[in-house]
Structures are given as structure tokens and as C-alpha cells.
């Protein structure tokens, strides 16, 4: 359709149906977020006769902290924090993508290698996705699109993952004939994070993206990654998902992302095994001794967290299956207490003075006197913290929190069930 068949169309109400699927906010607001969407394009693209809208989630992790670079296993959800995109099919070879709040990104497709200075851009991203696409003989070509996200950068949600699957999305719909499934399209996009980006991330940030819902992964066979669904409702529980936001600066953290695969990969390396699940949990304790002086005690202790939070997973999906409400909260809080001890990604240790998540996380703790959960989400060292609280307390909580780490700091989340999705 065009571009005002397409504000006609919302503006009637034709896909009310379709957005209160996906979305749980009220929806008049939902309409005009679109709308406000299709005159962000018209301003920047001004026509288009081949427009369709997307969606692409954030994603919360749920159970497993830096366990699937060595793939472990994770839980992880789809979030009703999303990207939308309006995009038209064009026949230049040109894929130019408008962000708002970021700008216009041009990717010509006449090169598809790793181009050094694009490292760490959203031109990175595009480029390594066509990529592998044309590697795997697809006619990719280009288009115009004008995205909105309220996944903010820094946020923990992983707006990098919701924009590669975004993008995934896109190209799956308009060259792949849609026979991409969601599993490849996450694989896709971690290669381009890794190899065109230069982020040493796992697959579990694409896969939550590009499936929805809750789901646990088990990454033993990286190329075929056993994924399952789990039907749970926090709120019929009486709890309540936020995301805190300290507010820390992400600059300059690569370096301890990096460090964490790379020092347990330096133990699976002891073994003669490429990564920390191809090793035996009770023969890596049983050779402790033997890893003093070959590695760091740093390493040993990532290590061990790898272990007892992998296996961690298995109890907390059963929990969830079982809807057993408090087991669950129990492991949350123990993966949490894992991840402060033994992981240790709660702060820089190049910045030690700026402990913003260890300052969130004491707060919360103080608050909730042993209800609820806790623990640090997503990358760690700065950023975010996950709380599971009482739906009773949530106001009061969200205020506490606000007074320390500013007005906008929290995010009440609820899990979607869509993933990477052609919304219109």
C-alpha cells in the first residue's frame, strides 16, 4: 500500500486488532506512536508505494548471566519495548534507514566486507546482515525506512539486538520470501554483532528478539539451539517485572564484555575444549588445583559461575512451568549473588569508584526485606539491575528509586509473545 493508504488504514481503526496482539498499552497511544512513525517518514523519504511496518522487541534476561557465549543455557523474554519501522521496497542498491534521535544510515550494497572505521555503527550491522544473506544466495536489495524505538540505548533491553532483528526482519519479508525462520534470523544477526560490529556477544539477546515469549535456550548445539516455550504470568502471580536504570556510562566497557568469554574459554582451553559446556562440571572442581597458575583465579571464578548458573537455569525454567512462584524468585536471587561473587559484573574494575549497579541493587534489597528478587541484567558493569516485585509496592518502590537515579530510571516490563514481526 501507500504511504496514505496506510494512514487511512490506522487512522479507521483496520488494524486495531492486530496492535492490541501485540501491544498492552492503551490503544490510541499504540496508533499514534505508528502514525507519528509515518510522518517521520514522509518528512525524511517523502513518498512510498511499497510500504509495509515492522516490529522488532527488546528482551529481558530472565535466568543464565553471560552463559550462552559458552553455550549454556538461558532464559530470556520479549518485551513489549519495541523498534517499529516504516519501510518501502526500492530498487536502488542502497539500504538507508532513518533512526529517530540518531540520523540517517547509508549502506551502499556493492561491498560486503568488513569495513574497519563502520565498527561499532549501525552501517556494521546492515552490511554484515546482507552479508550472510547473499552468502546464502538471497537477492537482497534495497529500501527506506524510518524507525522508532522506545528501547532505549543503555537501557539493558538490548536495543542493538531489537535493531539487528529488526533488520533481519525486513530483508526476510522484502528478498527471503519469509523462509527464514526465527532461530536464523538471531544467528544472522549475532554474526553481524560479532564479526562486522565487534562485539563478542551470545545468541541469547537475537533469539529472545526474533522468537517472543518467554522461552529457555540451551545453546549445546550452537547451530540448532533447543528453544522452549514457557507459559507464565508474573502479574497473576502478583509480581510485577522493573528495569532499573542507573544511569552509568557504557563507554569504554568493551574490553570487560570481552573479557568474560575469553576468560572462560582460557579454562575450556585447559581441557582441550573450545568452550566451558563441552567440559564436565565435576572434573573442572576436580582439577582446581591444577588451574592455579595457569589461569587467573578470576577466571576460575567466572568459570564456576558458568556452571552452577547454567544448571541454575534448568531449575528456574521448571519453576516457571510449574508456577511455582517463590523457587523461582529463590534462583533469581542466588543467579544474582553469582553473578556480584563470582562473575563479577557488577562494576568496571578499570572504573571501581562508579558502582551504580552495586548502589541499586543494596537499595532494592533494603526495600524489599526479603520479598521479591534481584540481580544485575544483561552485560553488567554498568547500567541496569532486574527487580520482581510485589505488585503492592511497585509504586512505592519506582519513587524510592527515582529520588537516587533520576525521573526516568525505571521501566515497568511485561513479556510479549511476538518476536521480529511485519506488523502492516
Known amino acids: 500500500m501507500n ?28 496508533k499514534a506512536r505508528y502514525l507519528s512513525c509515518i510522518e517521520g517518514y514522509q518528512q525524511q ?7 509495509s511496518v515492522f516490529s522488532a522487541p527488546g528482551r529481558t534476561e530472565v535466568g543464565g548471566n553471560h552463559t550462552d557465549h559458552q ?29 529517530e534521535g540518531f540520523g540517517l544510515t547509508e549502506v551502499v550494497l556493492d561491498n560486503f566486507n568488513v569495513v574497519e572505521n563502520e565498527k561499532e555503527t549501525s552501517a556494521a550491522l546492515i552490511r554484515g546482515i546482507v552479508s550472510r544473506l547473499k552468502e546464502r544466495g538471497y537477492p537482497v536489495s534495497g529500501f527506506d525506512a524510518y524507525t522508532m ?11 542493538s ?20 525462520k526465527a532461530i536464523e ?27 517472543g515469549g518467554f522461552v529457555s535456550i540451551d545453546f549445546a548445539c550452537i547451530k540448532k539451539p533447543i528453544i522452549n516455550p514457557i507459559t507464565f504470568d508474573l502479574k497473576k502471580h502478583g509480581y510485577q517485572l522493573v528495569i532499573v536504570n542507573t544511569g552509568a556510562n557504557h563507554s569504554d566497557l568493551t574490553d570487560d564484555y570481552a573479557s568474560i568469554p575469553h576468560e572462560m574459554k582460557d579454562i575450556a582451553s585447559c581441557f582441550d575444549k573450545e568452550h566451558l559446556n563441552e567440559v564436565e562440571t565435576t572434573v573442572f572442581y576436580q582439577n582446581i588445583p591444577k588451574l592455579r597458575g ?30 511455582d512462584i517463590d523457587t523461582f524468585l529463590k534462583e533469581v536471587n542466588a543467579s544474582g549473588q553469582s553473578s556480584y561473587d563470582y562473575l563479577q559484573n557488577v562494576y568496571s574494575p578499570h572504573n571501581p569508584t562508579e558502582q ?51 525521573e526516568n530510571c525505571c521501566y515497568r516490563i511485561n513479556i510479549r509473545k511476538q518476536g521480529g514481526v511485519k506488523v502492516i
Open 149 to 159: 524505538s522506545d528501547v532505549l540505548c543503555g537501557s539493558g533491553l538490548s536495543s
Open 185 to 211: 534470523i538471531a544467528q544472522i544477526a549475532q554474526y553481524a554483532e560479532n564479526v562486522y560490529f565487534g562485539k563478542p556477544s551470545g545468541l541469547m539477546d537475537q533469539t529472545a528478539s526474533a522468537v
Open 71 to 99: 553455550h549454556g543455557r538461558v532464559i530470556a523474554g520479549a518485551v513489549d519495548l519495541d523498534i517499529i519501522a516504516v519501510v518501502n521496497k526500492t530498487n536502488a542498491n542502497v539500504i538507508r534507514v532513518f533512526s
Open 45 to 51: 523519504f517523502q513518498k512510498g508505494d511499497n510500504i
Open 3 to 30: 504511504i496514505e493508504q496506510l494512514k487511512d488504514s490506522i487512522v479507521s481503526g483496520a488494524y486495531n486488532s492486530v496492535l492490541q496482539n501485540i501491544y498492552s498499552d492503551n490503544i490510541n497511544t499504540v
Open 161 to 180: 539486538a531489537a535493531f539487528e532483528v529488526l533488520i533481519g526482519t525486513v530483508l526476510n519479508d522484502l528478498y527471503c520470501n519469509s523462509e527464514l
Open 356 to 406: 551504580s549497579i552495586a548502589l541499586a541493587l543494596c537499595l532494592t534489597k533494603q526495600f524489599l526485606k526479603g520479598q521479591g528478587a534481584c540481580r544485575v541484567h544483561g552485560g553488567g558493569f554498568a547500567g541496569t539491575i532486574q527487580v520482581y516485585l510485589p505488585i503492592s509496592v511497585t509504586d512505592d518502590y519506582i519513587k524510592h528509586m527515582k529520588l537516587v537515579f533520576g
Open 294 to 323: 595457569q589461569v587467573s583465579d578470576r577466571a576460575i571464578l567466572r568459570a564456576i559461575h558458568f556452571f552452577e548458573d547454567t544448571n541454575r537455569v534448568t531449575r528456574q525454567a521448571d519453576a516457571l512451568i510449574h508456577q
